[in-house]
């Protein structure tokens, strides 16, 4: 089969990359090793229900996700600008009065920190939308937790907002990430929203896989190995150990898998990058818990650590009734899963449902668990900017998606064009 690009993998990354190549005329060559394109982004149709693969929503501010999605057609669901927190058993609901002026009164009142960390809270915000992009991945680095704490913070505001809301973002609840990977977050949620597409997030790469040629996507093919360059002919070869033609040949090759599968295919060692790992367990209720497009954290705390296993609960329903059939709710809850044993981890959940809800919470219908080892790359110092990460790994061979870049819709997407922009210099000076 003839293709000038072959990319391997169908997540963002490698959608971006192909559909780039498309627009200037290439034959391009996507290949799949699962049943469909999207990578980490899926959603499983479930007795009526639709499922999302882990806690996945998208920040409208992203500017890649701005040039690639048509979010009109998404039917975007936004969350409050905020969130609930849960201590001290009640429940107290932090917004970004930036955005949202006529909450000031209450935010002003509540019992989540003293004003001087609302007022910090301000200037961080300030902080994280100076600058470029470039500029705020050149600031000086340390763990978003230590600087938190050199910023003023007290402690009762780090253990009861930025703990919970923020280790439901990195799947760390240490916060031991970049600094600047906080403010990156924090930068998108100060200048976007929150949203889940009305049909589930897998109808984010399912639109941008439609824009491609047919028969550019081939699924259920798995990529054995990526050959050198052949001298004469100047074409890279791609063995194929399931699905297509086993050997196949093109003048560029580009891969977009996760970053496990790239180093086997690049040939390299075994990196000892640590991953994050999640659970997700997803409930059908006669009755949504909580009422309104909130996600509800658990700040409670108990001698400065978390108490119990549950990070957030939100109920996709409330946001799109399509999740659910009309007489059901669906509720989803993410857990602090750590190294804790699944088994374990589900036992201490149904105790604290029933703590925090009552006795409505034994009635929920538990609908599917899902327990991701490598959910997210842990993003601890140093963290570079990933727009300058080198993506070009030998004459016609190129990387990018999670390999080469920090985990993000944004990244992802960018650096996708990005390695499609090298190809197509490349292919022009042939």
Known sequence: MHADVIIIGAGLAGLSCGLTLEAEGHKVLLLEASDRAGGRLRTDQHEGFLLDRGFLVLQTWYPAAQRWLDYEALDLRPFHNGALLRF???????TDVWRSPQHVIEMLRSPVGTLGD???????????????????????????????????FTPKFIERFFLPFFSGVFFDPQ???????????????ALGNTALPA??????????????????????????????????????????????????????VVVATD?????????????????????CVYYAADEAPIDGPYLLLNSETVDGKPRGVINSVLCPSNLSRH??????HLITVNLDAGDTPLETLLERLAIELRHWFGAAAAHWQQLKVYELPEALPMQAPPVTYPGDVVLRKDESLWVCGEYASAPSFQWALHNGERAAQEVLDYLAQK
């Open 88 to 94: 001290e058993g009640q429940t107290h609901r932090i």
């Open 118 to 152: 609302k007022l910090r809270l301000l200037r961080l915000r300030q902080r994280a939308l100076s600058g470029n992009l470039r500029a705020l991945y050149s600031r000086p680095e340390t763990t978003a937790l230590a600087a938190l704490q050199a910023q003023g």
């Open 175 to 189: 916060l031991s990430v970049s600094s600047r990977s906080l403010e990156f977050v924090f930068r998108a949620f």
């Open 199 to 252: 049909r589930g997030m897998q109808a984010i790469s399912d639109q941008l896989a439609s824009r491609l040629n047919p028969g550019t996507l081939q699924c259920h093919t798995t990529v054995q190995s990526v050959g050198g360059t052949t001298p004469k002919r100047g074409r890279t070869s791609v063995i194929v150990e399931r699905g297509l033609t086993p050997f196949l040949e093109a003048k560029a």
């Open 259 to 279: 970053a496990r599968a790239a180093r086997r295919l690049l040939g390299e060692p075994e990196a000892e990058q640590p991953m994050r790992r999640s659970v």
């Open 323 to 328: 999740y659910a059939p009309p007489d059901k």
